[in-house]
């Protein structure tokens, strides 16, 4: 067991773990985050992604010790004020999540590439949800919330 400093959604958390404990685990079962979901388990599904210093991670077999001094967002650090960014509520609007599981994943990517290109093309989109499935088959609804924010020129609400 170890003490690591993560930075989490703009928090610092000292957390006891074994280093090599996969970064999923410590935000679900220690800091409580649960909207990245542990899917396969072995990084392809995207289920568990995050950002990490702006970058589309996933966080299931990466160890947390890994991302001392990095600042972490989830799918819950998105939100302001209690209200969700732009993407999220396109997705809402958009009925772009079925049984949910994949939709923390998709939204974190998407916004990771919003943020870095807020108008992307269909290629790039296609490209940075390229890890991501969906088995519920809400793949366009998807696509359409993001072409919704893109069209509308900001991802923050």
Same mark, same amino acid.
């Given at each position: 067991?170890?003490?690591?400093?993560?930075?989490?959604?703009?928090?610092?958390? %000292?957390?006891?773990?074994?280093?090599?404990?996969?970064?999923?685990?410590?935000?679900?079962?220690?800091?409580?985050?649960?909207?990245?979901?542990?899917?396969?388990?072995? %990084?392809? +599904?995207?289920?568990?992604?995050?950002?990490?210093?702006?970058?589309?991670?996933?966080? +299931?077999?990466? !160890? !947390?010790? %890994?991302?001392?001094?990095?600042?972490?967002?989830?799918?819950?650090?998105?939100?302001?004020?209690? #209200?969700?960014?732009?993407? =999220? =509520?396109?997705?809402?609007?958009?009925?772009?999540? =079925?049984?949910?599981?994949?939709? !923390?994943?998709?939204?974190?990517? !998407?916004?990771?590439?919003? %943020?870095?290109?807020?108008?992307?093309?269909?290629?790039?989109? #296609?490209?940075?949800?390229?890890?991501?499935?969906? #088995?519920?088959?809400?793949?366009?609804?998807?696509?359409?919330?993001?072409? #919704?924010?893109?069209?509308?020129?900001?991802?923050?609400?």
């Amino acid at each position: 067991m170890a003490k690591i400093s993560l930075k989490v959604n703009g928090k610092t958390h %000292e957390v006891d773990c074994d280093p090599e404990t996969p970064l999923i685990y410590v935000l679900r079962n220690q800091l409580d985050l649960v909207g990245a979901k542990l899917g396969c388990g072995l %990084e392809q +599904c995207g289920a568990c992604a995050v950002m990490v210093d702006g970058d589309h991670v996933l966080s +299931c077999v990466r !160890a !947390a010790s %890994e991302f001392a001094g990095s600042e972490i967002t989830t799918v819950e650090g998105l939100a302001k004020d209690g #209200r969700p960014s732009a993407l =999220q =509520q396109a997705f809402i609007d958009e009925g772009a999540a =079925q049984c949910g599981y994949c939709t !923390a994943g998709l939204v974190v990517a !998407a916004t990771a590439l919003l %943020e870095k290109n807020p108008k992307p093309d269909d290629a790039e989109i #296609r490209e940075a949800l390229h890890e991501h499935l969906c #088995r519920c088959g809400s793949h366009l609804r998807v696509l359409k919330a993001i072409d #919704r924010v893109v069209k509308g020129g900001s991802i923050n609400a």
